[in-house]
């Protein structure tokens, strides 16, 4: 009798852990730079999209930067001058200060980007 099921095409490789292995790209469809792959065009598409310097700040971005700053200060405190519990109660007071003062020269640095590049878009516009 003739078989029903076909069977398939490629195997799956299994490997030790029983994980299966898929052949070929599985993730999303490559762009055209990535297509042709040529590196510089690679390095523009990336650029354009994780130039990380024309994202607004964040509060949490300048908690993170504030918490490390802070810790390092602790570390400092406790290591060079050998005083614990002095740099343990300046360490909320150091967090609070720092917080905001690291949002706002982040947003004054990005606001002040942003501005150059507007002038400058708009001087390359007129120039035309």
Not at 92 to 97: E, G, R, S, T
Request: aromatic share 8%; proline share 5%.
């Amino acid at each position: 009798m003739a078989q029903t099921r076909r069977k398939r095409q490629t195997k799956h490789r299994g490997n030790a852990a029983g994980v299966v292995e898929s052949r070929g790209r599985t993730g999303r469809k490559p762009t055209a730079a990535e297509k042709s792959g040529k590196p510089r065009d690679l390095a523009k598409d990336r650029e354009a999209q994780l130039d990380r310097r024309d994202r607004p700040p964040t509060w949490r971005g300048a908690f993170t930067r504030a918490m490390f700053a802070a810790i390092l200060m602790l570390l400092v405190v406790i290591i060079v001058f050998n005083q614990g519990n002095q740099a343990i109660a300046l360490f909320p007071i150091v967090l609070i200060m720092y917080v905001p003062i690291s949002y706002y020269t982040d947003k004054w640095i990005y606001d002040r980007r942003q501005r150059k590049k507007a002038e400058s878009g708009a001087a390359g516009k007129a120039s035309r």
